[in-house]
Nanobody, 123 residues
Framework: VQLQASGGGLVQSGGSLRLSCAASGLTDDTWRMGWFRQAPGKEREFVAAQGWGGDIIFYEDSVRGRFTIDRDAAENTVYLQMNSLKPEDTAVYYC?????????????????WGQGTQVTVSS
C-alpha cells in the first residue's frame, strides 16, 4: 500500500489549496481515508475523515465549513479542498487509510500514511 500526498504550498491568509492523496494497493472497499495535520511543536491532530459508511464526512470543528473532502474512486485519489485558509492552518498535512470499522478520529487506527505535504499560510 502506498499513499502519495501532494498539493501543499505557501498561500496568503484567505487563500485556497487543494491537497491530493493518491492511493495504491487498497484493494477492497473496507478502507476509509482521513487527513491529519501536525504543526511544529504540536501533536498530530485530526482534520477530516470518511465515516464508517464512506459517504459521511467528519470534520474537526476549526475547519468545518472551510475544508471539504472529496474522492475520485476511478483515480483512487482523495482530495482535501481547503478554503479561507488561516495562519493557524499552517502544518504538515498527512493522508491516511484505516479500516472502516476503526474510529475515524484516532490516528492510531490508521494503518497507512502518506509522507506529508507542507501547508504554510502567511498573514
Amino acid at each position: 500500500v502506498q499513499l502519495q500526498a501532494s498539493g501543499g504550498g505557501l498561500v496568503q491568509s484567505g487563500g485556497s489549496l487543494r491537497l491530493s492523496c493518491a492511493a495504491s494497493g487498497l484493494t477492497d472497499d473496507t478502507w476509509r481515508m482521513g487527513w491529519f495535520r501536525q504543526a511544529p511543536g504540536k501533536e498530530r491532530e485530526f482534520v477530516a475523515a470518511q465515516g464508517w459508511g464512506g459517504d459521511i464526512i467528519f470534520y474537526e470543528d476549526s475547519v468545518r465549513g472551510r475544508f471539504t473532502i472529496d474522492r475520485d474512486a476511478a483515480e483512487n485519489t482523495v482530495y482535501l479542498q481547503m478554503n479561507s485558509l488561516k495562519p493557524e492552518d499552517t502544518a504538515v498535512y498527512y493522508c491516511a487509510a484505516r479500516r472502516a470499522t476503526s474510529g475515524y478520529r484516532n490516528y492510531g487506527a490508521y494503518e497507512y500514511w502518506g509522507q506529508g505535504t507542507q501547508v504554510t499560510v502567511s498573514s
